[in-house]
T-cell receptor
Framework: GENVEQHPSTLSVQEGDSAVIKCTYS??????FPWYKQELGKGPQLIID?????GEKKDQRIAVTLNKTAKHFSLHITETQPEDSAVYFC????????????FGPGTRLSVLP | DGGITQSPKYLFRKEGQNVTLSCEQN?????MYWYRQDPGQGLRLIYY???????QKGDIAEGYSVSREKKESFPLTVTSAQKNPTAFYLC????????????FGPGTRLLVL
């Protein structure tokens, strides 16, 4: 089955710097890759997603890149702010109703003022 | 005010007791999901339901049961057979077939006394 690895497990950056989180997946049939942000004690919130027919997607300070050949995708956050501090999860899915979602273990991002 | 609600926010279980976690959505979404989240780990799928009166086991269904009698409700029962129930439980939903973006509730933290 699908396996999703995520690195690093923790990441600390200075406010204003960039942060990059990387995920790798094993199943070449996966075609949908969302990123979720989870604040303490709350449910995950979708922040950006990408499909396998696209190499890069950007939304203001957040971007995601996908390398299908290498089977990895990355989240890029520029000009980080203290409110970006949270746990970030990547996931991979083969579609349908999402029962094939596999989540990475998460990255705890701390943005230091 | 639309969304996914979970109750209670905190739940305590005694030895040998069954407890039920509530998940309600007023988004008219077809599919609903239950995930378990343990510290430092990704989300793991317990059960999912694509339509009313139908549900399927996920990766870690043992010790859990669900029902889907109404489209908007998908309660999860943690039975006494689940020997390590302490975790954060998340409910999610998807609008309809072919749409993979999951929307999460705020979660319920279950603790064992």
């Amino acid at each position: 089955g699908e396996n999703v690895e995520q690195h690093p497990s923790t990441l600390s950056v200075q406010e204003g710097d960039s942060a990059v989180i990387k995920c790798t997946y094993s199943d070449s049939a996966s075609n949908y890759f969302p990123w979720y942000k989870q604040e303490l004690g709350k449910g995950p919130q979708l922040i950006i997603d990408i499909r396998s027919n696209v190499g890069e997607k950007k939304d203001q300070r957040i971007a995601v890149t996908l390398n299908k050949t290498a089977k990895h995708f990355s989240l890029h956050i520029t000009e980080t702010q203290p409110e970006d501090s949270a746990v970030y999860f990547c996931a991979a899915s083969k579609g349908n109703y999402g029962q094939n979602f596999v989540f990475g273990p998460g990255t705890r991002l701390s943005v230091l003022p | 005010d639309g969304g996914i609600t979970q109750s209670p926010k905190y739940l305590f279980r005694k030895e040998g007791q069954n407890v039920t976690l509530s998940c309600e959505q007023n988004l008219n979404h077809d599919a609903m999901y239950w995930y378990r989240q343990d510290p430092g780990q990704g989300l793991r799928l317990i059960y999912y339901s694509q339509i009313v009166n139908d549900f399927q086991k996920g990766d870690i269904a043992e010790g859990y049961s669900v029902s889907r009698e109404k489209k908007e409700s998908f309660p999860l029962t943690v039975t006494s057979a689940q020997k390590n129930p302490t975790a954060f439980y998340l409910c999610a939903s998807i609008p309809r077939a072919g749409m993979e973006t999951q929307y999460f509730g705020p979660g319920t933290r279950l603790l064992v006394l």
